[in-house]
C-alpha cells in the first residue's frame, strides 16, 4: 500500500504525543487521575493486493467482517492518556468479488482469483489526546470530547485460501493455512507475528457518571504483504511440490483452467502476483466501545 504514513511523520506525532506541558503535570495532580475499562464491537477490514484498486482508499464494504476488544485506560494529564489494548477481528479477501473483468485495470486480479480470510488478534498500546482538556476530576468530564491516538501495536496472523475445484486431491470449500506453504516459492516462510502502528481518531460521550461511549476509527500501518498471503511474483511451476503450492501457486488461477481464455501471462513463474514495488498491506478497525470508570479511592487526609 501507498507509505503515507511515513516514519518521519510517525516519530514527529509520537513526540507530540508523550510531551506533556509542565503545566498540566503541576495543575492535575494523582489525585484527579483514573482508570477505566472498555469492551469494543469493531468491524475489520483492510487494503491490500485483494481489493478493487491497489491503493490505499480502497477496500470493498461486503468483505467487513465483526470483530471484538477489550481496554483498560490511564488518564495521566487533563489531555493525555495511556491505553493497552486486546483485540480480535477477521480481514477477508476475494478477486472474484472485488475486481471486474471487464475493467483493463482489474483484469490481472481477476483471473489470479485468490479469495482469502486472515484472523487477526492484536495488542496495542497507545497514547490518546483529547482535544477539550479536563483539568478537573472524572465526575466533571466535558460531555463530548474529540480525540485522537498513535502508538504501536504486535498481531498475530495466519492467512487461510479458499480451495476450489482443482486436481490437486484438496477438499473444495474448505480453507488451507498459507503462511508455511510458500506459495511465491519463498525459501522460508514470512513471519506469522507482526508490528503495526496505529493511529487515528474518534468522539468519546459521558453517558452518566461511570460509563462512556466512544465510536473510533483507526488505521494500522503495516510492516508486511502478505496479511493477504499475495506480495510478490509467481514461482516457476516446477518449483512447486505440495499440493497446497501447487493449487495456490498456479492452479488456482484462471487463465491455467482455461476459464480465462485469451489472458497472456497467466501464472508464468517471475511474472507478478501482487503490487508492483514494495508496498505493504494496511488494515482498519472501526468499532464502539462502552467504557466504565472505575472510581477512584479517595484517601482521607491523616490528622495528627
Not at 479469495?115 to 482538556?133: C, G, K, P, Q, W
Not at 490437486?168 to 514470512?190: I, K, W
Not at 476459464?259 to 513463474?269: H, L, N, P
Amino acid at each position: 500500500m501507498k507509505n503515507i504514513f511515513t516514519y518521519s511523520t510517525a516519530f514527529v506525532l509520537g513526540l507530540a504525543l508523550v510531551a506533556s506541558p509542565e503545566a498540566d503535570a503541576q495543575q492535575f495532580s494523582k489525585r484527579k487521575q483514573y482508570n477505566s475499562v472498555g469492551f469494543s464491537l469493531n468491524a475489520m477490514n483492510y487494503f491490500g493486493d485483494v481489493t478493487p484498486v491497489t491503493n490505499f482508499s480502497s477496500f470493498r464494504f461486503g468483505a467487513t467482517r465483526l470483530g471484538a476488544g477489550v481496554s483498560i485506560t490511564r488518564r495521566f494529564y487533563p489531555r493525555l492518556s495511556g491505553r493497552f489494548g486486546l483485540t480480535y477481528g477477521r480481514i477477508t479477501g476475494s478477486d472474484a468479488l472485488a475486481a471486474d473483468p471487464n475493467d483493463p485495470d482489474a483484469r490481472f486480479r481477476y483471473n489470479r482469483n485468490m479469495t482469502f480470510r486472515n484472523d487477526i488478534f492484536e495488542a496495542s498500546a497507545v497514547a490518546v489526546v483529547d482535544l477539550i482538556e479536563n483539568r478537573n476530576n472524572y465526575l466533571k468530564r466535558p460531555d463530548f470530547v474529540p480525540y485522537v491516538f498513535a502508538g504501536i501495536a504486535g498481531f498475530y496472523h495466519n492467512p487461510q485460501g479458499l480451495v476450489g475445484d482443482n486436481t490437486q486431491g484438496l477438499a473444495s470449500g474448505t480453507y488451507v493455512n498459507l503462511a508455511d506453504v510458500r506459495t511465491e516459492g519463498q525459501a522460508t516462510g514470512y513471519s506469522k507475528t507482526q508490528l503495526s502502528i496505529p493511529f487515528g481518531g474518534g468522539i468519546r460521550y459521558r453517558i452518566n457518571r461511570n460509563f462512556d461511549a466512544s465510536l473510533e476509527i483507526g488505521w494500522r500501518k503495516t510492516f508486511t504483504d502478505y496479511i493477504d498471503d499475495v506480495g510478490g511474483k509467481y514461482a516457476p511451476k516446477a518449483s512447486l511440490t505440495t499440493a497446497a503450492q501447487k493449487y495456490f501457486g498456479n492452479e488456482i488461477t484462471r487463465s491455467q483452467t482455461g476459464d480465462f481464455a485469451g489472458f497472456t501471462g497467466g501464472a508464468a513463474g517471475g511474472t507478478q502476483r501482487g503490487d508492483v514495488g514494495n508496498k505493504t498491506d494496511w488494515y482498519i478497525v472501526t468499532g464502539v466501545t462502552l467504557n466504565y470508570i472505575l472510581t477512584p479511592r479517595i484517601k482521607n487526609p491523616k490528622f495528627r
